[in-house]
């Protein structure tokens, strides 16, 4: 009988275990500058799908600036 009572006692402290926390369902995708465009698929409009190509436009962009930064540099070094 003390083995019931035992598992008696101990089943409502098992229950009772804080659970692993839930992963959070709007994790961030694609540049901070977007995220408000992002925000409107709440409202029914295709957020996601223009925000993905102003993020590919703002990444060319990026690109771009880089390549014609690293042409400047090379042409103000002395030769």
């Not at 709007?26 to 409009?45: C, F, K, L, M, V």
């Not at 799908?49 to 930064?69: C, E, M, T």
């Amino acid at each position: 009988m003390k083995p019931v009572l035992i598992a008696a006692l101990l089943l409502p402290l098992a229950a009772c275990q804080p659970n692993a926390e839930p992963k959070k369902v709007d994790d961030t995708q694609g540049r901070a500058e977007t995220q408000g465009i992002r925000n409107t698929e709440a409202i029914g409009y295709a957020g996601d799908a223009i925000a993905n190509k102003v993020d590919g436009a703002l990444d060319a962009n990026d690109q771009r600036k880089d390549a014609l930064d690293a042409q400047l540099k090379a042409a103000e070094q002395p030769q």
